[in-house]
């Protein structure tokens, strides 16, 4: 599976760093959704807006572990790219057979605090299939009444 610089990957990087934005989606040379705020919510947010509109989008994300990865294989995107790719995400990336690159990879997505691991991704930590990985995403940010 062959990751290459496409007009959207390059219309979305370009958006990315030029704007300081931490989440891009692009489809057919049109940006479809921006967001400056780094955390999982924004991508669920983006993802339940663009509803069919995100499959087969190019995404670039600030930092995407597993649970963002599920996420993004549900929506059915084409393609993703970020600065911080955690080794769980791009496996599941290389599962569902979307094209993914990352400037860094790491073991794990940390907590602010650089200590312990994301709470979102202890949240899909034994969980393996994407659409319950969802699932119980979508269940935890409803429970906290943030969607």
Known sequence: MEFRLTEDLYLAKEEFQTKKLALVFVKHTEVLYTD???SLLPLIKAIEQLKERAKGATVVDKVIGRAAAMLLIQAQVEQVYSPTMSEGARELF???RIKNDALSVVSEILAPDGQNQCMMER???NISDPA????????FFREKEML
């Not at 319950?132 to 269940?139: D, M, T, Y």
Request: zero cysteines; hydrophobic letters at 45%; aromatic letters at 0%.
């Open 36 to 38: 400056v705020q780094s």
């Open 94 to 96: 290389n599962q569902a």
């Open 123 to 125: 949240l899909v930590a």
């Open 132 to 139: 319950e990985g969802r699932k119980v995403l979508l269940n």
